[in-house]
């Protein structure tokens, strides 16, 4: 069982920078692939980034180059620094972990964001 839960989230503005954290509670973070998603007021829940234990990347193309993503195993920290960011990045933000086998998937309760123009 993991429990998570992130901070970090708020008001800025459009060009203005925010860096998310992921708190997890329970079992380590190192047999987990860490991700973050977010979800727009009306619009779906899409990945933004994601991180294996390794410390492996990936990135949605509407966040390459703006957004890094992070971990600290150690800590049991998962990061989200977003630089130059837009009002279409306004959105709820998710912290998920999954673990290696797939069997088991978490979720935090979410952190808004809200980029004004």
């Known amino acids: 069982q993991v429990e998570l839960d992130e901070a970090g989230g708020g008001l800025v503005q459009s060009g203005g920078s925010l860096r998310l954290s992921c708190a997890a509670l329970?079992?380590?973070?190192?047999?987990?692939?860490m991700s973050w998603h977010r979800q727009a007021p009306g619009g779906q829940r899409e990945l933004v980034a994601t991180i294996t234990s390794g410390g492996s990347t990936t990135y949605a193309d509407f966040v390459k180059g703006r957004f890094t993503i992070s971990r600290d195993n150690a800590k049991s920290m998962v990061y989200l620094q977003m630089n130059s960011l837009k009002p279409e990045d306004t959105a709820v933000y998710y912290c998920?972990?999954?673990?290696?086998?797939?069997?088991?998937?978490?979720w935090g309760q979410g952190t808004q964001v809200t980029v004004s123009s």
């Open positions: 998920n972990a999954q673990h290696l086998s797939r069997q088991f998937d978490y």
């Open positions: 329970g079992n380590s973070l190192s047999l987990y692939v």
